[in-house]
């Protein structure tokens, strides 16, 4: 149900708009700025409201936000279609992203796999954060073809429809936490199977006043650490040289060539390439998250250097495979390491705190990226500089290590070896 949501939710997303863009300033006779800065209001003003939506994710969970998401998300689809002057586009599209999105699309859905799995969250993490790509690499094929036959405008009437179709099911299967319906972390109900290692070691702390297999770090604790700063500037860096590039790609592949159709396949192929993000949670269990963050940012820095020599469909195919087997497992590997690092309790609040300055990088992108187009008339320098964020991301990832523990608490960090359930003899 959070895939089904997300795959709604996702029609606000940057990409989607990066892929419409061109429709609709050829209707409406805007430029790629105009259009641009939509994309960074929207997604700044998401970042306000990001410490609100996490606070809300971890006391009422998904069950609630998510169905009020797809109201906000579907009554602005219809607005964006019947849309005639620029601050229409602006006020549906910036209420759609703030609320909509927020409520959609990462923060809520994670909460809730976090809370609900343990021995198993690095896989649950890397499937949810798959959601969001896949639905808008589907998004873009589905959206592309009704804007080319019917216009743009059916596009994000098909958007609205969708969304109000799937409020009732979210309202009906959704769940805040596993205890809610009688269950613990990766569905175990022998609590001797689940928290062993916790008996073992002693009573933790927790919000939901049980036993945990982790000690979860309140928001105050988590913001102490030197850590925290380090994966927020990770994300940061990245977050805003993925926006930008993701947000500039279709443009700059139909500048050296390719159709609007191919630009906007291989768009959505590096875009869908995000279910690779499981086998990088199997990865991660063997290796740790931060040595395959660091591997992935390595990665796809190299693509960006690589994509300035793509001239061809056979290039931009290359291309958009190995940067979609890198640059899309960032966002979930940085997500494993909080959980790995901070608990669970606190996870949405933590995650919605840093969100503003997560967000500002992701809603920089698309302005970024047509600064440096009517510049420099010209992506290659846009795409140097990108190299250069990744590096930095790659080297801020490095210093983010495993962050000692808060005075005052008594129970060591239990190892993911450690929970699986002790022999019955």
Wanted: hydrophobic share 50%; glycine share 10%; aromatic share 14%.
């Amino acid at each position: 149900m959070a895939c089904l949501a997300t795959f709604a939710g996702s029609g606000v997303s940057q990409a989607v708009l990066g892929a419409m863009q061109d429709f609709i300033f050829e209707d409406m006779g805007w430029n790629r700025t105009t259009i641009a800065f939509a994309a960074t209001a929207g997604t700044w003003s998401a970042a306000l409201m990001s410490p609100a939506i996490g606070r809300f994710a971890d006391r009422y969970g998904p069950r609630w936000l998510m169905p009020v998401g797809l109201l906000i998300g579907g009554a602005s689809f219809y607005f964006l279609a019947g849309i005639q002057a620029v601050w229409h586009f602006y006020a549906a599209y910036i209420v759609g992203r703030a609320l909509g999105g927020q409520m959609l699309i990462g923060l809520v859905p994670r909460t809730a796999a976090v809370n609900f799995f343990r021995r198993k969250r690095n896989l649950a993490l890397a499937l949810t954060s798959t959601f969001r790509p896949v639905g808008v690499a589907i998004n873009i094929m589905v959206m592309s073809i009704i804007a080319t036959r019917y216009g743009w405008r059916a596009s994000y009437h098909y958007l609205g429809v969708l969304s109000l179709f799937l409020v009732l099911p979210l309202l009906v299967f959704m769940r805040r936490r596993p205890e809610d319906i009688g269950l613990l972390p990766d569905g175990d109900r022998n609590t001797e199977a689940t928290y062993s290692s916790a008996n073992r070691q002693g009573a933790d702390r927790g919000n939901s006043g049980q036993l945990s297999s982790e000690f979860s770090w309140t928001v105050r604790e988590a913001f102490a650490t030197r850590t925290l700063w380090f994966i927020i500037a990770t994300s940061f860096l990245g977050t805003t040289a993925s926006s930008t590039l993701g947000f500039s790609l279709k443009p700059y592949l139909v500048e050296v060539g390719l159709s609007q159709n191919h630009a906007a396949a291989v768009l959505s192929l590096g875009t869908v390439l995000a279910i690779v993000n499981v086998g990088w949670s199997f990865l991660a269990d063997q290796f740790s998250p931060r040595y395959c963050l660091i591997l992935a940012l390595l990665m796809t820095a190299a693509m960006n250097v690589y994509l300035i020599t793509v001239d061809s469909l056979l290039t931009a195919y290359i291309f958009t495979v190995l940067w979609g087997l890198s640059a899309r497992a960032i966002g979930s590997l940085e997500h494993m390491m909080l959980a790995q690092y901070y608990g669970r309790d606190s996870y949405g609040s933590i995650l919605g705190t840093f969100g503003p300055i997560q967000t500002f990088g992701l809603g920089l992108g698309p302005t970024l990226g047509a600064l440096f187009r009517d510049a420099f008339g010209s992506y290659n320098y846009l795409y140097i500089v990108l190299f250069g964020f990744y590096l930095a991301a790659a080297l801020c990832a490095s210093f983010a290590g495993l962050p000692p523990r808060p005075a005052g608490s008594f129970t060591e960090l239990v190892p993911d070896a450690e929970l699986a359930p002790e022999n019955p003899s």
